[in-house]
C-alpha cells in the first residue's frame, strides 16, 4: 500500500505561481509512475501531468509550458511547479501514484486562481 500526501494549494492571482508537492510512504518500490490529476466543479478527473520512474513526462495540452512536474526518488517526493496560472486551473488537485495492478490517491488540495 502507498499513501500519499498533497501540499502547496492556496489562492493566487491569474499570471501567478504555486508548487504543489506530494509526499509518499508505504510499499515504494512497485511506483512506475507518479503524477497529478485536477477535478473541477461539475467536470471529470483529468490528468495534468504525469512522470514515469525513469523520468519521462506527459502533459495535458492545457498546461503544456506553464507547468512542470518532477520527482526525487531519494525522497519519495513528486513536485507540480504551476506558473502563468489562469482562472481555468481552478481544481481540486490529486496526487496519483500507479503500480502493475493498482493506484493511489492522496486527499486532494485546493487550487484557486482569482483575482
Known amino acids: 500500500q502507498v499513501q500519499l500526501v498533497e501540499s502547496g494549494g492556496g489562492l493566487v492571482q491569474p499570471g501567478g505561481s504555486l508548487r504543489l508537492s506530494c509526499a509518499a510512504s508505504?510499499?515504494?518500490?512497485?511506483?512506475?509512475?507518479m503524477g497529478w490529476y485536477r477535478q473541477a466543479p461539475g467536470k471529470q478527473r483529468e490528468l495534468v501531468a504525469r512522470?514515469?520512474?525513469?523520468?519521462?513526462?506527459t502533459y495535458a495540452d492545457s498546461v503544456k509550458g506553464r507547468f512542470t512536474i518532477d520527482r526525487d526518488n531519494a525522497k519519495n517526493t513528486v513536485h507540480l511547479q504551476m506558473n502563468s496560472l489562469k482562472p481555468e486551473d481552478t481544481a481540486v488537485y490529486y496526487c496519483?501514484?500507479?503500480?502493475?495492478?493498482?493506484?493511489?490517491w492522496g486527499q486532494g488540495t485546493q487550487v484557486t486562481v482569482s483575482s
Open positions: 496519483n501514484a500507479a503500480w502493475r495492478g493498482g493506484a493511489s
Open positions: 508505504g510499499s515504494l518500490f512497485s511506483i512506475n509512475l
Open positions: 512522470i514515469s520512474s525513469g523520468g519521462s513526462t
